[in-house]
């Protein structure tokens, strides 16, 4: 199918087909297919989504769903830039109405921004006392003692002398998630709309951050996703599924001309047609929800590929690592499990497993757990 679809797209542009099908053409031809087969316009669809109205509903879902209140600070003091926004998080009344810590929600596109899709604990929980993870900066004695420095999350610094546990009060946690480029900018001039895909991000980035709210350990060492790499993912995966729900999906949406006077003023100067419907229609709904398998065998076995690629270098030895030919062996795994082709100067010009943090972090082995 991926195939055919390419080779009638060369046709339509007068072009030969070899009959070759990369890695790089996988997205592409995928929303050939996916337009072809459902009838959507992915376009479309992220007008009824605009950020602050999404987001709003969002939270609103999972207050309910986990018993949280979620409630927006105003005040832009703690936050590294002007488009983040910043919430304090409860438990609801009848959990107790206790205060579990900080979210922090960064979706705007700016060009200082860190490039990365992802969530972060900025501080983890402990109930009661702490583990500190100490790394000297240097052993230059000065009054009697070595200048230290003192961290309480082990993944900022790979390096650790020394452990040891000290009796203090309980922290509160405070976490974030980021998209490099969910909204391309603020500005009154556009309509600041969340595509469908970086929707599905940010709810899976939201089920790592939930995690961490949510997480009481007794030390922080093994606070929100800090733990079993199998069960590290799950809460996020689970979240995921929610934008495959079409009740969700439709509660979720507004046309992003309701949702004040400057955008519909926005919205009548690129549209000559009547007012769409404020929220999304349901043969569109139908359409994104059946798109979900669209392309996904060739999405797990790329998942698949990355897995065994991770379980591979880290069963080897040093010695025996440093003999392997990698982007060979991965170009060569491309071609037997994606049953992609390969570029024959591939192995010169092209590492793509370098992209990933996954190996050297905190998996080690652990990929796997996103096929779970």
Not at 106 to 116: I, P, T, V
Not at 311 to 321: K, M
Not at 342 to 364: K, Q
């Amino acid at each position: 199918m991926r195939s055919e679809i390419k080779r009638r797209y060369y046709e339509t542009r007068g072009q030969p087909f070899d009959g070759r099908f990369y890695p790089w053409d996988y997205v592409f031809y995928n929303r050939q297919l996916t337009t072809k087969e459902y009838s959507i316009d992915m376009k479309k669809v992220g007008e009824y989504f605009e950020v602050s109205t999404t987001v709003q509903r969002m939270l609103s879902t999972f207050e309910s769903l986990f018993g949280l209140r979620l409630q927006e600070i105003e005040s832009k003091e703690f936050a590294w830039d002007e488009s983040v926004k910043v919430y304090s998080a409860w438990d609801e009344d009848d959990l107790g109405g206790g205060f579990l810590g900080y979210l922090y929600i960064d979706l705007f596109g700016r060009e200082d921004k860190d490039d990365a899709n992802c969530s972060r604990t900025l501080e983890p929980v402990s109930l009661g006392s702490h583990i500190f993870w100490i790394r000297v900066l240097t052993t230059t004695q000065r009054e009697g003692t070595h200048t230290r420095r003192w961290y309480t999350s082990l993944s900022q610094y790979n390096s650790v002398l020394f452990v040891f546990q000290a009796d203090l009060q309980q922290t509160m946690s405070v976490t974030a998630i980021q998209l490099r480029d969910a909204v391309p900018r603020v500005s009154d001039e556009t309509e600041d709309l969340v595509d469908f895909l970086n929707m599905l991000i940010a709810i899976q980035r939201l089920g790592h951050a939930i995690h961490d709210l949510v997480s009481k350990p007794k030390y922080s060492r093994f606070h929100g996703t800090s733990v079993a790499v199998d069960f590290g993912e799950a809460p996020s995966q689970m979240l995921e599924n929610w934008c495959w729900d079409p009740a969700f999906l439709t509660g979720l949406s507004q046309h992003y001309s309701y949702t004040s006077p400057e955008h519909l003023a926005l919205w009548k100067q690129s549209s000559q047609y009547d007012q769409p419907p404020e929220q999304i229609p349901n043969d569109m709904v139908a359409g994104v929800v059946g798109s979900k398998y669209c392309g996904k065998p060739s999405f797990l076995l790329g998942q698949v590929l990355f897995a065994m690629f991770d379980i591979r270098i880290h069963l080897e030895d040093e010695g025996a690592i440093r003999k392997l030919g990698l982007t060979k062996d991965y170009n060569d795994m491309i071609e037997g499990i994606q049953m992609f082709d390969v570029s024959p100067d591939r192995v010169d010009w092209s590492s793509p497993f370098v992209l990933s943090s996954h190996l050297m972090e905190e998996y080690n082995a652990g990929y796997y757990s996103y096929l779970l």
